[in-house]
């Protein structure tokens, strides 16, 4: 995986520009200056790596816009040693960001099986470590660790998945896109045992949260 001053250079105003759209926090941007883009983006679209948009990647997807996670990773409100669920791995670029927050612990949920496998791969070869890359569906989870610190979505779904409520940890924050063809971003922040602070954070545009047919 190679980095190149072109790419360093190309990341350095793409900070500049997540600035000046208002994203504040100091580890978020740092994040976003460390992580090669270019990496996680389909071959033969490399050159955009560094475009504030998205782009498509294999099974139909796509690669998040910068904007849009670091947007969503500022509202995580990340501190150390907090344990983090991300539903929809894609290409991997979010978890990338996730795990580029200093002492922060990543699980990463996908249920397609081309891009879980492929990314999985990407993974190692990049020698980046998650705690575990899981197969699986979003909708459920991943009780086996709950509780988290935080969990993030990045696909749109049409309502909050109740287990998503139920694996929070106390002051845990959950960030979601919510609703069908547009999306309001939403963060829930857990205050006690069935009890949630909601608040919205503008429209933004993500491909679907799709269900499991069993
Ligand atoms: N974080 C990714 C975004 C990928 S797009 C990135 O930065 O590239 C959203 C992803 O969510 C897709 O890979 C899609 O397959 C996955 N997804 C959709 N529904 C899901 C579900 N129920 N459980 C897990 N992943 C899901």
């Known amino acids: 995986m190679i980095d190149s001053t072109k790419y360093q250079g190309q990341r350095r105003r793409l900070v500049k520009l997540l600035k000046e759209k208002g994203i504040q926090d100091k580890g978020v941007l740092d994040a976003m200056g460390r992580v090669p883009r270019h990496c996680f983006m389909d071959p033969g679209l490399e050159g955009y790596s560094y475009v504030d948009k998205a782009y498509p990647i294999a099974a139909n997807q796509t690669i998040s816009q910068p904007y849009t996670v670091a947007f969503q990773t500022q509202l995580m409100e990340l501190k150390k040693g907090d344990c983090v669920l991300e539903i929809g791995t894609g290409s991997g670029y ?121």
């Open 94 to 214: 979010q978890t990338a960001v996730l795990l580029a927050i200093e002492g922060v612990k990543v699980y990463t949920i996908e249920r397609q099986l081309e891009l879980f496998k492929k990314t999985a791969m990407l993974f190692k070869k990049m020698r980046l470590n998650p705690k575990k890359v899981i197969f699986g569906d979003g909708y459920k989870g991943f009780p086996e660790k709950a509780p988290f610190d935080a969990i993030i979505v990045t696909a749109g779904a049409p309502k909050v998945p109740i287990p998503l409520m139920e694996q929070l940890a106390i002051g845990g924050r959950l960030v979601i896109p919510l609703g069908e063809e547009k999306q309001i971003m939403t963060r829930y922040v857990k205050t006690a045992q069935k009890a949630f602070d909601r608040q919205s954070f503008g429209t933004f545009k993500f491909v679907p949260l799709l269900k499991d047919k069993n």
